[in-house]
């Protein structure tokens, strides 16, 4: 809470409000009835009981009054892949028709086939279809984004990838993370030779692409039609010595060690995770890794095995609820419905899926000290609802309760 004698004062209060501050030290959902929310220069000032906010402050601020209505944090989408050309409504065909996920990419199609089009696809066209997408989830709120690479899988690709991420946040009011995938697959060039693609993503791509600023962290896809966990340390191993924080796509179709692997190297997040054991989850929460859960895949996929939570609770590894927005196994642009399937099909409470989608997906990023909660210090960026109550957020499918969304205090 600020100080009320702080002289800066403030430029915009909310009144009248409800809050969820998510904040960690709160119990629940950290909620503040008959709340109040101020900014200045887009940063939260003051967050608390209306009656505390100074009367100085009030006779020189804009004064929005909310009605009664929620304010969260803006909405965190933590894992997508939102840049990339084509589509691929074909593979969806095939797998009503009973192909698995292997079998799909085994046959040349799967995240080949979309590098293809990638490629092809020009900068511009590019950006336009991403805008598109993400139009879509700042449409419920979503103030901050990660965008992946991972559909080039060479350097002029994945630097294309990049440059597009980075122009959305030009193009929109949005904070964008761009992350590296360049270990996605394995390009067509090297199918011969997996370790000469590894040395490349490892010696040429990543110090190639940071030095020019488009990296905001490592992915790799560890899994048994991607990577092994041998070859990911090895890019992981590169992005470190360049002060690049990495993340993994963990144990999705099978348990290779993923979950461990992402501990060991200290990774923000693990992804996935449909298939880590017992030990898998103990290793992150003593790295202090998050979990993302990505329900949009495991129902597209059709996945019988969900990931653990019961493990992920009962040792207090962190659990962020992600899109993972891409155009094979998960073509989904709403991360509300996400959070419902979270619920539904993994059995998250509100309270862990609305944190999911701030606190933790803000921790996931390596932003949770920027953004995330509503907390004094932090960006002013927020999502107004037009509900009764908060499990409202999580409860409806194919409903929009946004009334405004608000990002750096505008």
Known sequence: MARHDDPGGAETI?????????????????????????????????????EEVPAAWRARARIVDCVGRWITPGLIDCHTHLVYGGDRAREFEMRLAGATYEEIARSGGGILSTVRATREASEEALLGAALRRLDALVAEGVTTIE??????????????????ARRLAENRPVAVRATLLAAHALPPEFAGDRAAYVEAVAEQMIPALAAEGLVDAVDAFCERIA??????????????GLGLPVKLHAD??????????AAKFGALSADHLEYTDDAGVVAMAG??????????????LRERQAPPVALLRKHGVPI???????PGTSPLTSLLLALNMAATLFGLTVDECLAGATRNAAKALGVGGETGTLEVGKWADLAIWDIERPAELVYRLGFNPLHARVWRGQ
């Open 320 to 326: 962020a609820v992600a899109t993972d927005s891409n």
């Open 227 to 240: 990577f092994t966990p041998a070859e990911v340390a090895r890019v992981f191993d590169a992005a470190r």
């Open 287 to 300: 790295a202090g890794v998050g979990a993302v859960l990505l329900p949009g895949a495991y129902y597209v």
């Open 14 to 50: 909310w009144l009248n409000a409800r809050l969820a501050t998510l904040a960690s030290s709160a119990n629940g959902l950290g909620t503040v009835d008959n709340g109040a929310l101020a900014a200045r220069s887009g940063r939260i000032v003051f967050v608390g009981p209306e």
């Open 147 to 164: 965008v992946k690479s991972g559909y080039g899988l060479e350097e002029g690709t994945e630097r294309k990838s990049l440059r597009v």
């Open 252 to 261: 999705q179709l099978s348990n290779g060690g993923g979950a461990a692997l």
